[in-house]
């Protein structure tokens, strides 16, 4: 059985720049570290390769520290590719970026034009439907120009709310089977995820919720052990990478790559 939520044949991948040093973050816990954080997107990028994607690793922004962090910038479903349209002033010039390769793969390629804005992080596909968090990066008129874009597919597009103080939707949750969500309890309680099997994250671990199904595995970042025990007992196989640089700039697993099938 094939699921169009997490069976995927391909990921895109942007290599760091050094200037992701100046990246944003809510909260500054110090500077990331250039060259482990090189060294731990390799890896990262090792693990999709295991996981059975090509990967397309696109060069490096040097004006735009957050480039790395592709999945802001397109969505990328089974019938069409669809260029976002970010609310991080710095980052808005991603969009123009991504389009040569999402236009090189995708023979339909639609585009946010705004006033709205809307970033990939928002954005959970699940196999029924596709949740899109409102946030500081993302609005309503953003999320509407979506679902208008998304008419012709029958796609159902509900709106929920990002927990206060998140930057993403999906910082706190993952698609980790057909009908099975990983989530920070306090994303869990809003009850967004009715309906869905849903596995929470041990306390103190909020951190690793956000992870990435591709194919049979599930990659997370490494150091949350009671929450990776919890998963493999569950049955999961799980891949873990060194998620600390990233996390300085509040980038996770899902943030640094675009997975898709082409058909
Ligand atoms: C930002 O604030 O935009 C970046 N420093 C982190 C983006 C993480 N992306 C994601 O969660 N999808």
New binding site residues.
């Given amino acids: 059985m094939e699921y169009k939520s997490y069976n995927f044949t391909h990921a895109i991948c942007r290599k760091p720049a050094r200037s992701l040093i100046n990246?944003?973050?809510a909260i500054d816990t110090g500077q990331p570290d250039y060259d482990v954080f090189v060294k731990d997107h390799e890896d990262y990028i090792s693990a999709l390769k295991k996981c059975g994607a090509k990967v397309h690793l696109l060069d490096a922004l040097e004006q735009y520290p957050?480039s790395v962090?592709v999945?802001?910038a397109a969505l990328c479903l089974p019938e069409c590719a669809i260029i976002m349209r970010p609310g991080?002033p710095t980052?808005l010039g991603e969009a123009q970026e991504i389009l040569p390769v999402i236009s090189d793969i995708y023979s339909t390629v639609l585009r946010i034009e705004g006033p709205g804005f809307i970033?990939?992080?928002d954005i959970l596909a699940t196999e029924k439907e596709i949740l899109v968090g409102k946030s500081a990066r993302t609005d309503e008129a953003g999320i509407a120009e979506l679902a208008r874009l998304l008419e012709p597919w029958d796609y159902l597009v509900r709106t929920v709310e990002t927990p206060a103080d998140i930057?993403?939707f999906?910082?706190d949750c993952s698609l980790i089977g057909y009908n099975a969500i990983l989530s920070t309890k306090n994303l869990a309680r809003s009850g967004c995820f009715e309906g869905y099997d849903v596995v929470t994250v041990e306390e103190g671990e909020e951190a690793c919720a956000?992870a990435i199904r591709f194919n049979n595995s599930l990659i997370m970042p490494r150091g949350f052990p009671a929450t990776e025990e919890k998963l493999q007992k569950l049955g999961y196989d799980i891949i873990t990478v060194g998620n600390e640089q990233a996390a300085k700039?509040?980038?996770?697993m899902?943030?640094m790559s675009l997975r898709f099938t082409t058909s």
Avoid: P, Y
């Avoid at 700039?249 to 996770?252: A, M």
């Fill in positions: 990246g944003l973050r957050d962090f999945e802001d991080a980052r970033e990939g992080g930057l993403h999906k910082t956000n700039l509040d980038g996770g899902s943030c």
